[in-house]
Nanobody, 123 residues
Framework: QVQLVESGGGLVQAGGSLRLSCAAS????????MAWFRQAPGKEREFVSG????????YYADSTKGRFTISRDNAKNTVYLQMNSLEPEDTAVYYC????????????????WGQGTQVTVSS
């Protein structure tokens, strides 16, 4: 079993930055592909960014490319999401997800989820 705990959310003005962290329990974190999703009120959960088990491959949604950076530290069992140039449209609950089957872009392809952290960007 792997448990995921997000942190780092908060309220920020447009143009500002936040860094989200997702700490994982268990010894098998390094065998998990990890991803960040987000869900705004009334909208479906959407893919934000993903990173392969070793960290060599990263993927981004078009809306976040160039502004967000995903990274991981397998020694610390932690994945990060650095978010720069934040926009009000980035307001959502951000979820960390992981799965040993490899990187994927849809929520149903991940078995392990954190509880979410709220990010609010004011205009």
């Amino acid at each position: 079993q792997v448990q995921l705990v997000e942190s780092g959310g908060g309220l920020v003005q447009a143009g500002g930055s936040l860094r989200l962290s997702c700490a994982a329990s268990g010894r098998i974190f390094s065998s998990f592909a990890m991803a960040w999703f987000r869900q705004a009120p009334g909208k479906e959960r959407e893919f934000v960014s993903g990173i392969s088990e070793s960290g060599e491959r990263t993927y981004y949604a078009d809306s976040t490319k160039g502004r967000f950076t995903i990274s991981r530290d397998n020694a610390k069992n932690t994945v990060y999401l650095q978010m720069n140039s934040l926009e009000p449209e980035d307001t959502a609950v951000y979820y960390c997800a992981g799965d040993p089957r490899g990187l994927a872009g849809f929520p149903h392809e991940y078995d392990y989820w954190g509880q979410g952290t709220q990010v609010t960007v004011s205009s």
